[in-house]
């Protein structure tokens, strides 16, 4: 019989040691969870500071390029930049664009206009006439707005390259038997027109 109630204190004697252990190594897991929940809590909020610190920086340029387009315009359009302004909030959305895209390329276009039209009021009607031409263009196209408005930009800077892949085709006899031709040559031909007249037409 001592022989039986020693084996069973043995026995004890050693689950007592494993249960130590056993102890010992789940605060150690406890003491790694809390660490890599608190490190990921510091990542996290690291992590939504630089992406509020990024929507802020993105939302700043974005306003201060809104600002400089309506700059640009105003000073192109004149009085006329109020009309403008109403066409942009009213007809964007027809135009598939955010108003800031409208504003830039409003900019871009009364930009290359006002070298070569009369007349702030003709800018912001022509400017306006681009843009929707450039919407029309790109849904029969298939082209992005900003691929047709940057072709149509080339073009009034001489690249008939980028207007013709758009199906606007600058032959000389072609233009001369225009409405826009008869309307601005004022009985010339095409080689006795200015450079500017030309690309009124």
Not at 74 to 95: E, H, P
Not at 124 to 152: F, P, W
Not at 180 to 195: E, I, V
């Amino acid at each position: 019989m001592a022989q039986r109630s020693n084996f069973i204190v043995r026995g004890g004697a050693d689950f007592s040691q494993l249960n130590k252990a056993l102890n010992q190594t789940q605060v150690k897991i406890s003491a790694f969870q809390g660490a890599v929940s608190k490190s990921m809590k510091l990542i996290s909020v690291a992590l939504s500071s630089i992406a509020v610190g990024k929507i802020v920086k993105e939302s700043t340029q974005a306003a201060m390029a809104v600002e400089s387009a309506m700059d640009n315009i105003q000073r192109n359009m004149g009085a006329s930049a109020s009309a403008f302004t109403k066409f942009v909030d009213t007809q964007s959305k027809s135009l598939a664009m955010a108003k800031k895209d409208a504003y830039t390329y409003g900019s871009v276009f009364s930009n290359l206009l006002a070298s070569f039209v009369g007349g702030t009021e003709q800018v912001a009607n022509e400017t306006q006439k681009l843009m929707q031409a450039a919407a029309v263009i790109a849904s029969k196209t298939g082209r992005t707005y900003e691929d047709v408005a940057n072709r149509i930009r080339s073009g009034l800077l001489g690249s008939t390259e980028a207007i013709e892949d758009l199906g606007v085709y600058t032959n000389i006899s072609m233009i001369e038997s225009t409405e826009a031709f008869k309307k601005f040559a004022n009985g010339k031909s095409w080689n006795q027109l200015t450079c500017q007249t030309q690309q009124l037409i």
